[in-house]
């Protein structure tokens, strides 16, 4: 139970200063590095983001070309995480589950960032393909990082319209803050432990469905609908039954989630390239019916459009199932974690916060019961 002296959820709370990314709720504003959120995500690849947030400033042509080629030696898993991987598939455990064990592997070789960002994909892919009883796809040293991903995924080279559509993707959501994970993160690497200890934490509470969890029933509401004039009766059945309506509304953001719009744009280009329209049409307008409901049962909360909503869309688009939704999320956050990580190191303190203890105070020891 709170008391005066405490905040819940330690909202409120400045725990870490950085130059990593700024979000203001009230403006409906996300600072990567010093870009707004839609023009470092539309433009950049995930390379350059990356790069952006480890050392601050973009990188030089020579340096971009050298990181890529980096990460392209570095994609490959060894058969101890394999073996892992094949344990979790033959158990049909869930793709965020595989991850979080086959992670800790990773320092049986390295503990280092490039080779961590390198190889999380390669870990969702050849896990992905051994529960379709498929073998993992070598990764290719020659693709991009999120073209390399979505070689793996199915064996065929990606055309440009998917590689653009899933970077814009990562590129928006890469780093948010100090959420969940990113504190777990920080609090291991703190305490001068290894970047994977950090990496395995983060991942471990992003598994928690109250971060990670959202965009697939998003997803599933729009299907529900099946059609935008049912929209509206469907929708107040679930407001007047208390349900939460999957993609509305944030913690942070009072107002539109600016990483919404990037997603809604790259959504609409995605269906437009593949020349079926229906779905995005039919998502808008759950959308906007969805907003008009709220506002009206609702009044004040301000309970806007999140980015999990048009996550859904777009990763649907791509052709991913569900359950690769939060994997997909965490192959991009995990370059968020490590900056944060870095950023911790430079100038590290424990991060050890106090409790207020609010129990009992004055019982005492029975001496019948150290006689029982």
Known sequence: MATSGTAPGLEGVVAASTQLSHVDGERGELVIAGY??????EQATFEETTWLLWHGE???????????????RARGLSAATIAVLRACAERRLGAMDALRMAAGTLSLESDEAVDIVARVPTIIASYWNLRRGQEPRPPRRDLD???????????????????????????????????????????????????????VGALGALKGPLHGGAPGPALEMVFEIGDAARAESILRKKIE????????????????DPRADVLARAAERLYTRAGDMSLYTLARAVET???????LYKPGRRLQTNVEFYTALLLHGLGFDVD????????SRVSGWIAHALEQRRA???????????????????????VL
């Open 348 to 370: 590290n303190r424990i991060i050890r916060p106090q409790s207020e203890y609010v129990g009992p105070r004055d019982r005492r020891w029975s001496a019948r019961r150290s």
């Open 36 to 41: 707004q959120v839609d023009e470092l995500a």
């Open 58 to 72: 973009l990188p030089t042509p020579a340096q971009l070309e050298a990181f890529r080629a980096d990460l392209g």
């Open 241 to 256: 039954a208390g349900e939460k309506l999957m993609g509305f509304g944030h913690r942070i953001y009072k107002v539109r």
């Open 145 to 199: 990082h999120a073209a390399n991903f979505l070689y793996m995924l199915d064996g065929e080279a990606p055309d440009l319209e998917r590689v653009r559509a899933l970077e814009t993707y990562l590129n928006t959501v890469v780093d948010h803050g100090l959420n969940a994970s990113t504190f777990a993160a920080r609090v291991i690497i703190s305490t001068g432990s290894d970047l994977v200890s950090a990496i």
């Open 324 to 331: 690769l939704f939060t994997p997909t999320f965490a192959m």
């Open 289 to 295: 019916e969805a907003l008009r409901l709220l506002e």
